[in-house]
């Protein structure tokens, strides 16, 4: 756009500097005090640099933290792809009627906000130990779900409560990619005589890996950093990392403030790490999806 | 044969949706022994705490969706009009709040702008209002700015600032006047969805010590039966309001999209 009035140096300066309250305010809320946390993992009380920090982490309380976290996101993410892919699979090719879709992608929105606390309330109302469907299985069918190993309160309570977030988050993501499945693909396979599970195997599902495998690293990212539906759910025994570091920023519970810098940096470089495949599989899986 | 599996799936499917659904409507609705009621929901409205706490968090949500919409409209603008090789990196930024989960910002926060640090915001409580609040909006930042960035790609921003200007219109007019009522759709579907969230945050009011309603839906949950359930009634009520009104919004922004 041609700009009459402004010379070239004056302009230079005056577009930069229409971006300077955003900056400033990404700066001092978002980047600084995420430094402050990465560069506080590397430093002692007294603000030397170490290494000790990280080292710290080598207890077994804290790697058992990040254990049980990595278990349950990964569980969560896997299973989560599973049905959610599954549920979107079967409303866009199983020739359900349009409006179930809608219907779907609509309680998607919906069930992939509802996290948080008011989530752990409505399964501790359903699958809890008075629970809906805890008495119903027990007077009508005499199942005892406590008897037979079953606690909401316990890691697999976890996955099946943050099933409840996780399969329509990938509902969500999936479905633009099924979309982007060309019905011409199917139909050459078909005339050179491929079965659908053929079809499946050697055609839609290596075209959807990338998009697949990406998602799954969103759904583990998004499970890693949830905290308030296990604290609600568990209070703060339950040790995974969010947690943890919920206790050590209450209170010192690690001994050594430092530590928890260190704690938080796991959790920022797993997230990344997790973050970065997504954007990475995203860019490569739009090649074939667009 | 494919729609059988199809419907299969499908309700299987939904049937772990709704049990939980159903589960809590229930639980909520069994105070009192006689039969069901809306006890527990006359207790939570009628506590003190509910109202004070709900009112809080409605009061930090409608603070953080006018200061989100000051500080993102003009920037997405700005960066189509004149920076676009900007966009990138703003877009990356704007991702972050996703990617470093809000325990770890709100962490941040506590180290960085404690009582002995040179902006000691956690001092007073307003100055901790103030912080949740400038949380609120990091955390709806990837929300916000998408929304009103699609908003801006379907108005021809260039042309209307250019007819602005040459008509006489100052930056704040161009602003105020032309560019947010052309993304107000847009932005509010933004808006809503910061609400929804905004509404049941737990962590970030928690560590900073703020009466907001996450908290107390946790403690309440901690020590109570049957209010819980009716709270997250409520909450899940809130949450298909906002998703209802953005739907709304989009079907109003596709109408005048058609019209051009």
Same mark, same amino acid.
């Given at each position: 756009m041609p700009e009459p009035t402004a010379g070239p140096l004056s302009r230079l300066n005056l577009n930069w500097l229409g971006l300077l309250p955003f900056a400033l305010f990404a700066l001092l809320f978002l980047i600084l005090p995420t430094m402050k946390i990465v560069v506080g993992a590397f430093q002692t009380p007294d603000g030397s640099f170490t290494l000790e920090n990280i080292y710290g982490l080598n207890t077994d309380s804290i790697l058992s933290a990040y254990v049980v976290s990595i278990q349950l996101s990964l569980i969560t993410a896997a299973l989560g792809c599973l049905v959610g892919f599954a549920m979107a699979a079967a409303v866009i %090719?199983?020739?359900?009627?349009?409006k179930v879709r809608g219907g779907l992608m609509t309680f998607s929105g919906v069930a992939s906000n509802f996290a948080g606390v008011p989530l752990a309330f409505a399964f501790l109302a359903t699958l809890g130990p008075v629970g809906l469907v805890t008495i119903w299985l027990r007077t009508e069918f005499g199942i005892n779900l406590r008897a037979m190993g %079953?606690?909401?309160?316990?890691f697999w309570g976890l996955v099946v409560v943050y099933l409840f977030f996780q399969i329509p988050l990938m509902i969500l993501m999936i479905a633009p990619a099924l979309d982007g499945l060309k019905r011409e693909w199917r139909e050459a396979a078909e005339i050179l005589g491929a079965t659908t599970a053929q079809y499946w195997r050697m055609v839609a599902l290596p075209i959807l890996f990338p998009a697949l495998l990406g998602t799954f690293a969103l759904l583990f990212a998004n499970s890693f950093g949830a905290i308030a539906t296990a604290f609600a759910l568990t209070g703060p025994q339950l040790n995974i990392v969010p947690i943890k570091l919920y206790a050590q920023i209450r209170g010192d519970v690690l001994g050594n403030p430092h530590l928890g810098y260190a704690l938080a940096f796991g959790m920022i470089v797993i997230t990344a790490l997790a973050n970065g495949l997504y954007i990475w599989l995203r860019v490569r899986s739009e090649r074939w999806l667009k | 044969m494919t729609r059988f599996f199809a419907w299969g799936t499908l309700l299987f499917g939904c049937t772990f949706f709704a049990l939980p659904l159903i589960g809590m409507t229930e639980f909520s609705m069994r105070?009192?022994?006689?039969g069901y009621s809306f006890e527990a929901y006359r207790v939570v409205l009628m506590d003190e705490r509910f109202q004070q706490t709900f009112s809080y968090s409605v009061l930090m949500a409608l603070a953080t969706i006018i200061f989100g919409i000051i500080l993102v409209v003009p920037t997405a603008y700005w960066v189509r009009l004149r920076l676009p090789a900007a966009r990138p990196w703003i877009e990356f930024i704007t991702l972050l709040p996703l990617v470093i989960p809000a325990i770890v910002i709100v962490f941040g926060y506590i180290r960085l702008y404690n009582t002995s640090s040179w902006l000691p915001l956690t001092g007073s409580s307003t100055g901790t209002n103030l912080l949740l609040m400038f949380g609120y909006v990091t955390l709806s930042l990837p929300y916000m700015y998408r929304a009103v960035d699609t908003g801006l790609r379907t108005i021809d921003v260039a042309t209307l600032t250019e007819a602005a200007l040459s008509l006489g219109a100052g930056w704040m007019t161009i602003l105020t006047r032309v560019i947010l009522p052309n993304v107000l759709i847009a932005v509010l579907s933004g808006a809503f969805l910061t609400f929804a969230i905004v509404i049941g945050e737990f962590t970030m009011a928690a560590l900073l010590d703020r009466p907001a309603f996450g908290p107390f839906m946790q403690l309440l949950g901690a020590n109570r039966a049957y209010e819980p359930a009716a709270l997250a009634v409520i909450a899940f009520g809130i949450t298909w309001a906002c998703m209802a009104l953005i739907q709304l919004a989009t079907r109003f922004s596709k109408h005048t999209q058609a019209q051009r």
């Amino acid at each position: 756009m041609p700009e009459p009035t402004a010379g070239p140096l004056s302009r230079l300066n005056l577009n930069w500097l229409g971006l300077l309250p955003f900056a400033l305010f990404a700066l001092l809320f978002l980047i600084l005090p995420t430094m402050k946390i990465v560069v506080g993992a590397f430093q002692t009380p007294d603000g030397s640099f170490t290494l000790e920090n990280i080292y710290g982490l080598n207890t077994d309380s804290i790697l058992s933290a990040y254990v049980v976290s990595i278990q349950l996101s990964l569980i969560t993410a896997a299973l989560g792809c599973l049905v959610g892919f599954a549920m979107a699979a079967a409303v866009i %090719f199983g020739k359900l009627p349009t409006k179930v879709r809608g219907g779907l992608m609509t309680f998607s929105g919906v069930a992939s906000n509802f996290a948080g606390v008011p989530l752990a309330f409505a399964f501790l109302a359903t699958l809890g130990p008075v629970g809906l469907v805890t008495i119903w299985l027990r007077t009508e069918f005499g199942i005892n779900l406590r008897a037979m190993g %079953f606690n909401l309160l316990s890691f697999w309570g976890l996955v099946v409560v943050y099933l409840f977030f996780q399969i329509p988050l990938m509902i969500l993501m999936i479905a633009p990619a099924l979309d982007g499945l060309k019905r011409e693909w199917r139909e050459a396979a078909e005339i050179l005589g491929a079965t659908t599970a053929q079809y499946w195997r050697m055609v839609a599902l290596p075209i959807l890996f990338p998009a697949l495998l990406g998602t799954f690293a969103l759904l583990f990212a998004n499970s890693f950093g949830a905290i308030a539906t296990a604290f609600a759910l568990t209070g703060p025994q339950l040790n995974i990392v969010p947690i943890k570091l919920y206790a050590q920023i209450r209170g010192d519970v690690l001994g050594n403030p430092h530590l928890g810098y260190a704690l938080a940096f796991g959790m920022i470089v797993i997230t990344a790490l997790a973050n970065g495949l997504y954007i990475w599989l995203r860019v490569r899986s739009e090649r074939w999806l667009k | 044969m494919t729609r059988f599996f199809a419907w299969g799936t499908l309700l299987f499917g939904c049937t772990f949706f709704a049990l939980p659904l159903i589960g809590m409507t229930e639980f909520s609705m069994r105070m009192l022994r006689e039969g069901y009621s809306f006890e527990a929901y006359r207790v939570v409205l009628m506590d003190e705490r509910f109202q004070q706490t709900f009112s809080y968090s409605v009061l930090m949500a409608l603070a953080t969706i006018i200061f989100g919409i000051i500080l993102v409209v003009p920037t997405a603008y700005w960066v189509r009009l004149r920076l676009p090789a900007a966009r990138p990196w703003i877009e990356f930024i704007t991702l972050l709040p996703l990617v470093i989960p809000a325990i770890v910002i709100v962490f941040g926060y506590i180290r960085l702008y404690n009582t002995s640090s040179w902006l000691p915001l956690t001092g007073s409580s307003t100055g901790t209002n103030l912080l949740l609040m400038f949380g609120y909006v990091t955390l709806s930042l990837p929300y916000m700015y998408r929304a009103v960035d699609t908003g801006l790609r379907t108005i021809d921003v260039a042309t209307l600032t250019e007819a602005a200007l040459s008509l006489g219109a100052g930056w704040m007019t161009i602003l105020t006047r032309v560019i947010l009522p052309n993304v107000l759709i847009a932005v509010l579907s933004g808006a809503f969805l910061t609400f929804a969230i905004v509404i049941g945050e737990f962590t970030m009011a928690a560590l900073l010590d703020r009466p907001a309603f996450g908290p107390f839906m946790q403690l309440l949950g901690a020590n109570r039966a049957y209010e819980p359930a009716a709270l997250a009634v409520i909450a899940f009520g809130i949450t298909w309001a906002c998703m209802a009104l953005i739907q709304l919004a989009t079907r109003f922004s596709k109408h005048t999209q058609a019209q051009r």
